[in-house]
């Protein structure tokens, strides 16, 4: 009888990338290798499958554990960062239990360091208290979640997992699952024959029937894919959101590169987009705490929305009025309501009743940095004109007036410098600045710019700076805490553009403005009034008009609300993209006439080598974003080609392949050998094989020298090409991964050599004025080559036997680099853009701008094994860009605040099972980004 009281395993995983897998893993191990007509060989506890509904999930899954004998990981950066996945790890390490736990990697990095006895440097499917826990290397097995495995794979991974399990070795186990099944395929064959036959020519209209059913819904599929793709690149530049939405829902309908080139679009169309926030209603108005960490925003049904964005939380309250304008402290404690009749103060922290101040119609209000004194004025009369008015200052501890004085004209704007200085901003340029506890004038600008038909102003959040906008003008900035001021005389300047502005801000340090003008944000940073240049404006589409904007402290964010719709958006200037991360990485100067800097990527991703064509500068940086580690040239060397031998030792390779070997530490790194020169060039290119100890340099007179790595002795050297360069040209040269095949560009076109026979094929250029290949690349098999002067890009199998595919290109390339599976090709412009082409197509994806302007052909590109592209431009920052077509829906997914409602679903067409998908997609991601 089947034991019903313990598990011979328990399944640990994510759900959100997992739950497919561990389902198809839990059937398997319960398969495999049980007797005939035996229900299942083991007991495998999956929460899904076995939890019983229950209020204490918690205690449930602990007495699962206990009377669980092993413990399989499902091992991903995700499961590492799982709270569920961590409770149910350390209860099983901290009861003694390390040694029964199994590893299945399903995602991220693991490597083991067997010389330190400890986990490599970047793994990141284990969480830091699991790689302190396990002190040996312990059994795990790979299984790729995305990709289907064969069903030899399959079962052989099985039965690493079971063996340890039952307590038998592998093989014999496997064999003994092999011999039961076949046994029981013969069993059940002799049983079925009958029924086979008798049924056989029924059976084959049924498949012809089904066949033809399944067709009709794969093209329905396609059809209603491609249409919600159009629909998508439609919605770009009117409403990002639901283009978003609509994208993501083609590509889950039907993958193709039509719907994958709508998502990426989608990704990429406002680099500085961080994410969405449902407000529920239309916002009125918007404001930051001085820090940046607390965003509230007044919305169309009575509501105050605030945001925490450093603990990802979201509250609400009443309003008495939808007409509201908003001010906080320096952290957000203290949020003050201006309505048009009252004054009210609203302890959002502790969520504590709103106390009204004052009960004035017309005022205007501000609160100081610490949230003990509240500002109010009189308006500007809703009649225009000047009316004298009255500034009062409130404790709001106590409610009491403790400072008023008359004043000769209404204000638009109160703010706070500091606990003692407040200023006021009106229309046109003016401002006051106002000293208390007397509230004596101070300083004052009265420029009194001539009225136009559309001005914005703004104060920063601490009201340091006062900012006018307007056609004609652009956006002048005054320095509030400076003496009294000239009549038309700002202290900065900005950038700006439109004939209808709509809203404005400006930064609390002065740095940047903002200003919305017909769905278009104008960015820029400010610079001294009276420079010659004009500082640079950045264009962000934000879909539709914006009613408000505001900047979250110093950090470089901004969030905007549209005049319709619900979503609150939040931008980053310092962000590149949401594909794209900039490395804290200085690039060196490159010579117009040198090429961009000389990259190579790790094994496993996690490190590039970084080296200038001068050869006086050379560094490994993280890929993740970490500091960089210098490599400090012995002798400086032009066209140092880094070499990586394994994730941690490089060499540096000089004139005749000759150079220093280096190991790289976390922080550091050191010189531990040197390889001695065995030719006359430079390296054009260089691959080491971490699986036999060999390495293949080529030269730049086109000679390969194939080398032992330990050491860099000589194995042997073949001459690549039958008409090569002089030496002091670079010639194009690529290797293959294996190291089986090598080329090299020469004045004939591009000679591929066999290494294990020497043959030599010749792959003429297709455009007569072409001397040399422009860039080559090896990659799953086949080569890939870019022809100069509007050549195409054609595909090679290895050998240089068949041409697979080629794609014609319009204007004049810059370079490129292909993703190591082949799939996808990165091509530089010489606009300094990219585009992005799937290969098997040739369509076209997408394009995507740089962010620093560079010259082309001083810009590098890398993939590494992970599918990142690494963008290096000479002399500036590095950028890496996720350009895995699997993750651009998780990180629209992220971007979005809310789900498609039934409505909005039935409007765009979303069929109804997508709509529920993307319901939970909205639903699992936080509420806000980390502040």
């Keep these: 009888m089947e034991r019903t009281d313990t598990y011979d395993a328990f399944i640990s995983y994510a759900t959100s990338v997992d739950a497919e897998l561990s389902a198809r893993l839990q059937k398997g191990l319960q398969h495999f290798n049980r007797r005939f007509l035996q229900r299942r060989g083991m007991r495998i506890f999956r929460d899904w499958s076995n939890l019983a509904p229950g209020p204490d999930l918690e205690r449930q899954l602990i007495g699962h554990l206990e009377r669980s004998r092993w413990l399989i990981l499902l091992a991903s950066p995700e499961s590492s960062a799982s709270p569920w996945v961590q409770k149910e790890v350390s209860w099983w390490i901290e009861n003694g239990r390390e040694k029964r736990i199994l ?62 399990i039952v307590g038998r070795d592998q093989d014999t186990l496997y064999g003994s699952h092999l011999r039961k099944r076949r046994l029981e395929a013969l069993t059940s064959a002799a049983v079925t024959m009958g029924l086979l036959v008798s049924a056989g020519l029924g059976g084959w209209y049924w498949r012809q029937d089904r066949q033809s059913r399944a067709a009709e819904q794969v093209q329905r599929h396609i059809s209603e894919a491609r249409n919600l793709a159009n629909q998508a690149v439609g919605l770009l530049d009117t409403h990002l959101e639901q283009a978003q939405l609509v994208a993501m829902a083609a590509v889950r309908e039907d993958d193709n590169p039509q719907t994958r080139s709508a998502l990426f679009r989608a990704v990429t169309s406002s680099p500085r987009l961080v994410r969405f926030l449902d407000a529920g209603a239309p916002v009125r108005d918007l404001a930051s705490s001085r820090d940046g960490t607390v965003l509230v925003a007044a919305t169309e049904n009575d509501r105050l929305i605030r945001w925490d964005l450093r603990h990802n939380t979201r509250s609400s309250l009443k309003l008495s009025s ?51 004194r509240v500002a ?82 703004a104060l920063s959040p601490d009201a340091h700076y006062y900012c006018f906008y307007g056609p004609g003008y652009g956006a002048r900035i005054w320095d509030t805490t400076r003496g009294e001021q000239a009549s038309t005389t700002p202290d900065l300047v900005a950038g700006g553009a439109g004939d209808a502005p709509s809203a404005m801000a400006i930064s609390p340090d002065g740095l940047r403005t903002a200003v919305a003008d017909s769905g278009t944000l104008y960015v820029s940073r400010t610079a001294r009034a009276g420079r010659a240049d004009a500082p640079q404006t950045e264009t962000w589409r934000g879909g539709t008009d914006v009613r408000a904007l505001t900047f979250l402290g110093t950090s470089g964010r901004l969030a905007s609300a549209p005049l319709s719709g619900t979503s609150v958006s939040l931008w980053d200037t310092r962000q590149s993209g949401r594909l794209a991360r900039s490395l804290p990485v200085k690039l060196p100067f490159s010579a117009h006439a040198d090429p961009g800097p000389l990259m190579a990527a790790s094994p496993n991703g996690a490190r590039l ?121 670079m010639p194009a040269a690529a290797i293959r991964d294996d190291l089986s095949d090598v080329a090299v560009a ?59 595919r080629s794609h014609s290109l319009k204007d004049s390339p810059a370079g490129f680099a292909v993703t190591p599976d082949g799939q996808l090709i990165a091509r530089l412009q010489p606009d300094t853009t990219v585009t992005l082409i799937d290969t098997a197509s040739g369509e076209t994806l997408g394009t995507f701008p740089l962010l620093q302007q560079q010259l082309a052909r001083q810009t590098t590109l890398l993939f590494t094994p992970g599918d990142q592209l690494v963008v290096a431009p000479a002399d500036s920052t590095m950028t890496r860009w996720n350009l895995r077509p699997s993750d651009w829906d998780g990180i629209a997914c992220r971007t979005l605040a809310r ?19 993307l319901r939970r997609c909205a639903t699992s991601t936080p509420p806000t980004p980390g502040a």
């Design 322 to 372: 939808p007409e509201a304008s908003l001010s906080l402290d320096d952290h957000g404690r203290h949020v003050l309501v201006v309505t048009s009749s009252s004054v009210e103060l609203w302890s959002g922290s502790d969520g504590t009743a709103p106390r009204r101040l004052s009960s004035d119609d017309n005022q205007v209000a501000g609160i100081s940095p610490t949230g003990d």
């Design 609 to 729: 080598a970084v080296a200038s064509p001068a050869g006086d500068e050379a560094f490994v940086a993280p890929v993740d974003g970490g500091p960089p580690v210098p490599l400090v040239p012995l002798n400086p060397i032009p066209f140092s080609l880094p070499m990586w031998i394994d994730n941690e030792h490089l060499v540096l390779l000089g004139p005749g392949a000759g150079g220093s070997v280096w190991t790289v530490h976390t922080g550091r790194a050191e010189v531990t050998g040197t390889w001695q020169p065995q030719g006359g060039g430079y390296p054009a290119a260089a691959l080491a094989s971490p699986r036999d100890g060999r390495s293949v340099i080529v030269e730049s007179d086109g000679t390969v020298q194939e080398r032992r790595t330990s050491d860099g002795r000589l194995i042997r050297s073949l001459a690549a090409t039958h008409r090569p360069y002089d030496t002091e040209v």
């Design 103 to 164: 590893i299945v990697r399903t995602g991220g990095r693991m490597t083991w360091d067997p010389a330190n006895q400890r986990w490599g440097v970047g793994t990141d499917s284990l969480s830091a208290y699991l790689q302190k826990a396990l002190h040996r290397e312990p059994l795990w097995v790979e299984m790729d979640r995305t990709a289907p495995s064969q069903r030899a794979q399959w079962n052989n991974n099985l039965a690493k997992i079971a063996a340890p």
């Design 746 to 804: 020469d004045r004939d076109g591009v000679s591929l050599l066999h290494l294990a026979s020497g043959r030599i094929t010749t792959l003429r250029s297709p455009t007569a004025n072409a001397e040399v290949a422009a860039t080559m690349q090896f990659a799953e098999g086949q080569l890939f080559v870019q022809w100069p002067t509007d050549g195409p890009l054609e595909v090679w199998d290895s050998r240089g036997t068949r041409r697979i």
């Design 899 to 917: 789900a498609p409602s039934p409505d909005e679903a039935r409007t765009l067409h979303l069929p109804a099972s997508l709509a529920a998908t």
């Design 376 to 457: 109010v004025a009189d308006g500007v009369p809703p009649e225009g004109g000047i009316r004298p008015g009255r500034l009062s200052v409130f404790d709001t501890g106590t409610g009491h007036r403790i400072a008023s004085t008359g004043l000769s004209q209404g204000w638009t704007t109160v703010g706070y410098t500091n606990s003692s200085t407040l200023v006021l901003a009106g229309l046109n340029g003016t401002w006051e600045r106002r000293s208390l506890p007397d509230l004596h004038l101070a300083g004052a600008s009265h420029a009194d710019l001539a009225p136009v038909n559309s001005i914005v102003t």
